[in-house]
């Protein structure tokens, strides 16, 4: 497990070796470097910004009593970075810790310190394009990376705000019975509408009413119906809601991906800075021959259209609109974990490319002499830091950790001028005239 984690910090690499971009570096964003995102910041930086989600703010207090937070998400520093530097256009991709003051559950992949990966896009283009492209970024990382079956449901602010009026509520209330539909994906209607009603001061018509709506979803079929209701038709934000949602739909039908998606209206996320659209991907069955418990994680991806958030920064109040999704690392790596530990399977959790080894004694100089031209060749080397080590010792460090091949170097190789290198997972051993070991390793490494 611990093995899985360390992947982490470097890149996704599992079985076969393949890679996923969480970042969606093909899709040309630039990183954003991890001081301009500071862990710790003002307290009053980031109230104001979450909602009923603030009470999962880590509060600190320094040496001089300043009031301090740690990072909540990616987002809102995000956005701060925006208005502090006047950057009004950027595309860009984040993979950084964030702290929740939660209730850990590490078979869920809930934790108090975890990895995100954000990527975002901020600056005026035309509705729908830059929302598409998120969402065919999380379809694209959840199809590579083969959890299983999907869904990515999506929603809209403006519609489940149209929504809320059009059924009495008044607009004081808006977040508040947003916050309550957000339960709906863990606890049925009926609870849901007993709090609207017992705790938030909803009248019963008023939650039977918002009832018939938030329980609906489907496709474009549903949008079309939507259009033509009396009541939504007539109200702004919910018509401007729906006509985006229609358009959107175009794009990911020309992106191909309408199959794993779902116009959810029970769907709210609850943090306040949502505007627009809105999104979630949840994995849809988490059984699997190898592994003897379901993996229960919840959504693996979230995210939304936050136009208003940088304006919260700005000194003048200047907004730049801006969409976005955050992939939860940790919980996808709770499931590959568990199947893995499951079904034996080996992940590579190194990039060393060769092991320096030798089957004797005294060789270290050797293995010295020969690891320092594989790093002037730019080779990714690495060997046992002992002097003496039993080649068996060697060869099982390539195996647990992933290690393509071994460069073995012994008292016979050293009269021959060649080198023995080993394909560990083949376990096939060949002698290389050491002036051709660099042009071999290379080769065997070509994908």
Same mark, same amino acid.
């Not at 934790?111 to 379809?139: N, S, T, W």
């Not at 699997?288 to 995210?303: I, L, M, T, W, Y």
């Given at each position: *497990?611990?093995?899985?984690?360390?992947?982490?910090?470097?890149?996704?690499?599992?079985?076969?070796?393949?890679?996923?971009?969480?970042?969606?570096?093909?899709?040309?964003?630039?990183?954003?470097?991890?001081?301009?995102?500071?862990?710790?910041?003002?307290?009053?930086?980031? *109230?104001?910004?979450?909602?009923?989600?603030?009470?999962? #703010?880590?509060?600190?207090?320094?040496?001089?009593?300043?009031?301090?937070?740690?990072?909540?998400?990616?987002?809102?520093?995000?956005?701060?970075?925006?208005?502090?530097?006047?950057?009004?256009?950027?595309?860009?991709?984040?993979?950084?810790?964030?702290?929740?003051? !939660?209730?850990?559950?590490?078979?869920?992949?809930?934790?108090?310190?975890?990895?995100?990966?954000?990527?975002?896009?901020?600056?005026?283009?035309?509705?729908?394009?830059?929302?598409?492209?998120?969402? %065919?970024?999380?379809?694209? &990382?959840?199809?590579?990376?083969?959890?299983?079956?999907?869904?990515?449901?999506?929603?809209?602010?403006? &519609?489940?705000?149209? #929504?809320?009026?059009?059924?009495?509520?008044? $607009?004081?209330?808006?977040?508040?019975?947003?916050?309550?539909?957000?339960?709906?994906? %863990?606890?049925?209607?009926? $609870?849901?509408?007993?709090?609207?009603?017992?705790?938030?001061?909803?009248?019963? $018509?008023?939650? !039977?009413?918002?009832?018939?709506?938030?329980?609906?979803?489907?496709?474009?079929?549903? &949008?079309?119906?939507?259009?033509?209701?009396?009541?939504?038709?007539?109200?702004?934000?919910?018509?401007?809601g729906l006509g985006d949602m229609k358009l959107l739909f175009e794009y990911l039908t020309l992106f191909g991906i309408t199959g794993k998606i779902s116009f959810d209206l029970s769907l709210a996320?609850?943090?306040?800075?949502?505007?627009?659209?809105?999104?979630?991907?949840?994995?849809?069955?988490?059984?699997?021959?190898?592994?003897?418990?379901?993996?229960?994680?919840?959504?693996?991806?979230?995210?939304?259209?936050?136009?208003?958030?940088?304006? *919260?920064? !700005?000194?003048?109040?200047?907004?730049?609109?801006?969409?976005?999704?955050?992939?939860?690392?940790?919980?996808?790596?709770?499931?590959?974990?568990?199947?893995?530990?499951?079904?034996?399977?080996?992940?590579?959790?190194?990039?060393?490319?060769?092991?320096?080894?030798?089957?004797?004694?005294?060789?270290?100089?050797?293995?010295?002499?020969?690891?320092?031209?594989?790093?002037?060749?730019? #080779?990714?080397?690495? *060997?046992?830091?002992?002097?003496?080590?039993?080649?068996? %010792?060697?060869?099982?460090?390539?195996?647990?950790?992933?290690?393509?091949?071994?460069?073995?170097?012994?008292?016979?190789?050293?009269? !021959?001028?060649?080198?023995?290198?080993?394909?560990?997972?083949?376990?096939?051993?060949?002698?290389?005239?050491?002036e051709k070991l660099v042009d071999e390793i290379r080769r065997r490494l070509e994908p």
């Amino acid at each position: *497990m611990l093995r899985v984690r360390a992947t982490r910090d470097r890149k996704l690499s599992y079985g076969d070796g393949r890679t996923v971009n969480l970042g969606g570096r093909a899709l040309g964003p630039s990183p954003i470097s991890v001081s301009y995102h500071p862990v710790a910041s003002l307290q009053e930086t980031l *109230m104001g910004k979450y909602g009923e989600e603030a009470k999962l #703010i880590y509060e600190l207090q320094d040496q001089g009593g300043e009031l301090l937070a740690l990072r909540y998400d990616l987002t809102v520093p995000f956005a701060r970075y925006l208005a502090m530097n006047k950057i009004t256009n950027m595309k860009r991709y984040h993979i950084a810790k964030v702290y929740r003051r !939660d209730n850990p559950a590490t078979t869920r992949g809930r934790y108090r310190e975890f990895y995100q990966c954000d990527f975002d896009i901020a600056g005026q283009f035309d509705p729908m394009i830059p929302d598409a492209e998120c969402l %065919k970024i999380v379809h694209e &990382i959840l199809s590579d990376l083969q959890l299983g079956d999907f869904l990515i449901k999506v929603n809209d602010r403006r &519609i489940l705000n149209g #929504i809320f009026a059009v059924c009495g509520i008044p $607009e004081s209330k808006f977040v508040t019975a947003c916050c309550t539909v957000d339960k709906l994906d %863990k606890v049925p209607w009926e $609870e849901v509408r007993g709090e609207m009603v017992g705790e938030k001061g909803l009248s019963p $018509e008023a939650a !039977d009413h918002i009832g018939e709506y938030v329980q609906l979803h489907g496709g474009l079929e549903l &949008i079309e119906r939507l259009l033509q209701d009396p009541k939504l038709s007539q109200n702004k934000l919910a018509k401007e809601g729906l006509g985006d949602m229609k358009l959107l739909f175009e794009y990911l039908t020309l992106f191909g991906i309408t199959g794993k998606i779902s116009f959810d209206l029970s769907l709210a996320r609850g943090l306040d800075y949502y505007t627009g659209v809105i999104f979630e991907a949840v994995l849809l069955q988490q059984e699997n021959e190898h592994v003897e418990e379901p993996v229960s994680v919840g959504s693996v991806a979230g995210g939304g259209r936050y136009d208003g958030l940088v304006g *919260m920064f !700005d000194p003048k109040g200047r907004k730049v609109p801006c969409v976005g999704v955050s992939i939860g690392i940790e919980r996808i790596f709770s499931i590959l974990e568990q199947r893995m530990k499951a079904s034996g399977e080996k992940v590579r959790t190194t990039e060393t490319q060769v092991l320096v080894a030798t089957p004797h004694k005294h060789l270290l100089a050797a293995r010295l002499k020969l690891i320092s031209e594989l790093w002037a060749a730019g #080779i990714k080397a690495e *060997m046992l830091y002992k002097k003496d080590p039993k080649l068996l %010792k060697q060869l099982q460090y390539c195996e647990d950790t992933g290690i393509p091949l071994a460069a073995i170097v012994g008292e016979q190789e050293l009269t !021959d001028g060649v080198v023995k290198l080993r394909d560990v997972a083949t376990r096939v051993e060949v002698d290389i005239p050491r002036e051709k070991l660099v042009d071999e390793i290379r080769r065997r490494l070509e994908p």
